[in-house]
């Protein structure tokens, strides 16, 4: 891959108790693209990249052997922190999960938590994100608010500026748009077409028109291991393998 | 038709079941109203007892049971907070978690007399305090932890997983995730079960037999290490003992009443209080 190169799968497995979710995986992930993981449920899709930003480890009797880097250093080691790397490795999950809190401490949340006391940063901080997620302007009037009368595409959007708050360098997105209505699936995807200009972003889709739409890079998973990684007009066009020409046209998923 | 007719029988008799126990609960207030009203006057809220307990009002008995209750909650509540944290968010689930839940599950059926005599020997005897507003205090507070760590234990794993996933994917530690997100969001449910135990406890007898109260106290208590009236003792007392069973049984039924509206009360409190909690973000 000629691009230069933020993180990087190698030789990864990983196990439930004696289940193997994921095969030897071996996967790049360029800076500032946007790498699409598609595959039927249960392919290990979300589990991947729950390891990127070692969220696994909040499971029991889960193991994993192999390298993930980070700008070339390896994040799986147990001399880092996982709240380091949890700050530059950003999660938007499935579900929009905002904190039952307001608006505004839903995004200084992130900073707060991090040790930051300098008020007047953390509200330029928080204006900023949300900006940058979208969602300022409908929100500048009532940022005391609760977070929870917000309709679920805002809720994403505001899980995405509390993200951004913590300025990471990477940002996963697990199927943030399963539980949204086209048009918040809209505004997401424009979202994350904008937000490639600063960020890595890795999103697992179950929706393989969203992976066409927005990413640069598709990687094809099935049963735990990766079949197909290409770019992503290649994946569509012209897959290499059978299996991934079956599911991208619909003969199984 | 006849299944619908034997459906009918089935509702109504339902119904009736409903009915019976409402009634039942009605007698009972309107039973102590009636009885109680007669002596519940402004000075029989702010006086000492008189003349061997046949006149004057119930202060300082009605103060003995508040201090006993704030006393047993505010000993409690953290130790029990802790003991739930710890087990839903700290313990790796294992056998050795089973059994402490267990035994915590089976410390909230053990009769209320047995913990009078667990504070006897050790609060009393052992560690000298005699017999006091803290030694009942901290019996009080035994009988209430199971009942405040079950609940806050159901409390805390109530909130959803998806909050504690956000808040360490944006590189929270779990203690900054439990003290900034779960605990706050766990609180309605934490102040249900402080309420549960203030009603039950505020109603104790036997924990407070042997271990803080006494029928009679010339004035105040004046400190945690006195002795202290308290009402359902009194009440006890006033039937059981004493020369004039008439004025006595009056002052009773008066105490009775005083018990069951300050239990409504504290609870009304914390249940608005909860409200208020709730509707502020679910609202």
Request: hydrophobic share 45%; proline share 4%.
């Amino acid at each position: 891959m000629d691009k230069q190169l933020k993180m990087r799968a190698e030789n990864v497995n990983f196990f439930y108790g004696k289940h193997q979710a994921l095969k030897d995986i071996n996967l790049d992930i360029p800076a500032n693209h946007v790498v699409a993981i598609i595959g039927p449920s249960g392919c290990g899709k979300s589990t991947f990249i729950r390891l990127l930003n070692r969220m696994h480890e909040l499971l029991a009797h889960a193991s994993l052997t192999g390298r993930i880097y980070l700008d070339g250093k390896d994040i799986i080691s147990s001399s880092i922190d996982s709240v380091d790397i949890r700050k530059r490795v950003g999660m938007v999950f499935q579900k929009p999960n905002p904190f039952p809190k307001s608006i505004f401490e839903n995004v200084s949340y992130g900073l707060e938590v991090n040790g930051v006391k300098d008020r007047q940063f953390i509200e330029e901080k928080v204006v900023e994100s949300l900006k940058k997620a979208a969602l300022w302007d409908e929100v500048k009037e009532r940022m005391h608010e609760s977070a929870l009368k917000l309709s679920g595409g805002q809720q994403q959007r505001l899980c995405i500026a509390r993200c951004l708050a913590v300025s990471p360098e990477v940002l996963l997105f697990d199927e943030p748009c399963a539980s949204l209505d086209p048009i918040s699936t809209r505004k997401i995807e424009e979202l994350i077409l904008e937000l490639k200009k600063d960020y890595t972003i890795v999103i697992v889709t179950h929706n393989m028109q969203q992976a066409a739409r927005i990413s640069d890079y598709t990687g094809f998973f099935l049963l735990g291991e990766l079949i197909e990684f290409d770019k992503t007009e290649m994946i569509f066009k012209a897959p290499k393998d059978k299996r991934t020409e079956d599911y991208i046209t619909g003969r199984f998923g | 038709m006849k299944k619908d007719i034997v459906q009918k029988i089935g509702f109504s008799f339902l119904f009736l079941c409903i009915l019976a126990t409402v009634l039942f609960l009605f007698v009972i207030i309107y039973f102590l109203g009636v009885n109680g009203a007669k002596v519940l006057t402004w000075g029989f809220l702010t006086q000492a007892p008189k003349n061997g307990m046949t006149a004057g009002g119930v202060a300082p008995v009605i103060l003995g049971t508040v201090y006993l209750t704030l006393g047993a909650v505010l000993f409690a509540l953290p130790l029990g907070l802790a003991c739930a944290i710890y087990l839903c968010e700290y313990s790796p689930k294992g056998y050795i978690v089973n059994i402490i839940r267990i035994s915590i599950n089976n410390l909230a059926g053990v009769p209320s007399v047995v913990f009078g005599l667990f504070g006897l020997a050790i609060f009393v005897k052992l560690f000298g305090f005699g017999v006091c507003i803290l030694s009942g205090s901290l019996t009080l507070g035994i009988l209430a932890l199971p009942l405040i760590i079950s609940s806050a234990q159901e409390a805390l794993t109530a909130v959803p997983h998806s909050l504690r996933e956000a808040s360490l994917a944006l590189g929270a530690t779990k203690w900054q995730t439990i003290k900034r997100v779960v605990l706050p969001a766990a609180l309605p449910g934490i102040l249900t079960g402080v309420i549960l135990s203030i009603g039950r406890i505020a109603g104790e007898t036997a924990p407070i037999l042997f271990t803080a109260a006494t029928f009679y106290l010339k004035g105040y208590p004046k400190s945690v290490f006195s002795e202290v009236m308290a009402l359902p003792y009194h009440i006890y007392a006033l039937m059981t003992e004493g020369a004039h069973p008439a004025e006595q049984t009056a002052i009773a039924y008066g105490c009775s009443l005083i018990l069951l509206i300050l239990v409504l009360l504290i609870s009304g409190v914390a249940i608005a209080m909860r409200q208020k909690q709730r509707s502020q973000f679910y609202g």
